[in-house]
Every structure is written in C-alpha cells, then in structure tokens.
C-alpha cells in the first residue's frame, strides 16, 4: 500500500510560508530605516574608542575607555611573542 502526499497539504504549506514571509519583509522593512539612522548617528568617537575631550573621566563613569590597539603594535607584539615560544621551544630540545 503505496500512500501518496495529498495536494491539499502542499497547497497549504506553501500558503503559510508565503503569509510568514510577507509579514517578514514588512517588518524588515519598517526596522531598516531605524537601524540604518542608528548606524548614521554613532559618533566617530565612539567607534575609535577615544574618550571625549569634554568628558570630565573622573565623573559617574569612571575612568575612561582604554582605546585599542592599531595593527601594527598588534603585529609588533604577535611577533615578539612567537620569538619567544621559538626560543623556549630551543632551549626545551
């Protein structure tokens, strides 16, 4: 006994998935304007890590942000450390 998928179920799968992805989009579409503003009005400050000028850093924050560092103290510091493991890893042999 061979039992065949009926149509009807089909029919209705496809119907839901296209009510699901309507409702999706709608609201994408009504939180994108808000997100992209959002990303807009951060403040390059903010983005750098560099504390505002006009900040009193002993105030109700504390002390203030430790900024990153660049890339090439990142790459400097990479390097002096695997000098390191490649001397330990002499001395061990």
Do not use: C, N, Y
Not at 49 to 73: H, I, N, Q, S
Request: proline share 6%; glycine share 10%.
């Amino acid at each position: 006994m061979s039992r065949k998928s009926g149509g009807f179920g089909l029919v209705l799968l496809v119907v839901v998935m296209a009510i699901v992805l309507l409702l999706v989009a709608k609201s994408w579409q009504a939180a994108a304007p808000r997100l992209s503003e959002t990303m807009r009005a951060r403040p390059e400050a903010a983005r750098a890590g560099v504390a505002d000028p006009g900040l009193d850093p002993a105030g109700d924050a504390g002390a203030p942000r430790r900024t990153l560092p660049g890339v090439g103290e990142m790459k400097q510091a990479t390097d002096q450390h695997a000098d390191q493991v490649q001397e330990a890893l002499s001395e061990a042999r």
